[in-house]
């Protein structure tokens, strides 16, 4: 692989993660509820289903080739995450201008264990960003087709993808912290009952929209 190559690969995938995704609402939306620190929690859980998608494509040549080949699989596949963003969308819908009720907690109960009882914990804020990553099942098409493109064939493949996905999950980190900036900006907003019903409405319509286009297969 060329500097040449590398530098116009950072370039493109530099503007594509910065494009408004179910990763980046997910990420924006979890650090405006939980704060800046718990929020890493949820950022590690989307960047984990990007760089197991990416390992995937690098590991399995045909992978990709395979679902474009194959209508029904990766039919389901869509489906399937199309249905989780649709959830996701009418849980926040749902929970409208709620806000934790910490001041109902018994005496007895620690704050911090309040806080966490309300927010859950890191493994969950986790493993909900793990499958909000995976939600999306054509990012494994997309690295399928984008990656070759930079992959010198006569030299050693191997240490080429190494750099790539290491390329692409720093970029991918480093716009899920600028849309933590924001979450975290707007979450002083969002102690008042309504701001906080209009955000998570928006929330959940934006997550509702990403499903149903999906479910059009026109993502």
Excluded: D
Aim: charged share 10%.
């Amino acid at each position: 692989m060329t500097w040449h190559n590398w530098g116009v690969f950072c370039g493109i995938v530099f503007f594509l993660c910065a494009i408004p995704g179910p990763n980046m609402l997910h990420v924006l939306a979890s650090v405006a509820r939980v704060g800046m620190a718990r929020g890493v929690a949820t950022m590690l859980g989307c960047l984990s289903a990007v760089v197991l998608v990416l390992v995937l494509v690098a590991s399995a040549a045909g992978l990709g080739a395979a679902l474009a080949a194959s209508p029904h699989l990766f039919g389901v596949l869509r489906i399937c995450g199309a249905v989780y963003l649709i959830w996701l969308g009418i849980q926040a819908w749902m929970e409208g201008g709620q806000t934790p009720p910490a001041t109902k907690a018994p005496t007895s109960v620690s704050a911090p264990q309040v806080e966490n009882a309300v927010q859950g914990s890191a493994w969950g804020r986790w493993r909900k960003g793990f499958w909000v990553g995976l939600s999306n099942p054509k990012l494994l098409l997309f690295a399928a087709a984008f990656f070759p493109q930079f992959i010198a064939p006569h030299a050693p493949q191997l240490p080429q993808f190494v750099v790539l996905i290491t390329t692409f999950a720093l970029l991918e980190m480093l716009w899920y912290g600028v849309y933590a900036i924001g979450g975290y900006t707007l979450a002083q907003q969002l102690q008042r009952p309504s701001i906080r019903r209009v955000f998570n409405r928006i929330t959940g319509c934006v997550f509702v929209g990403f499903g149903a286009v999906l479910l059009r297969g026109r993502a």
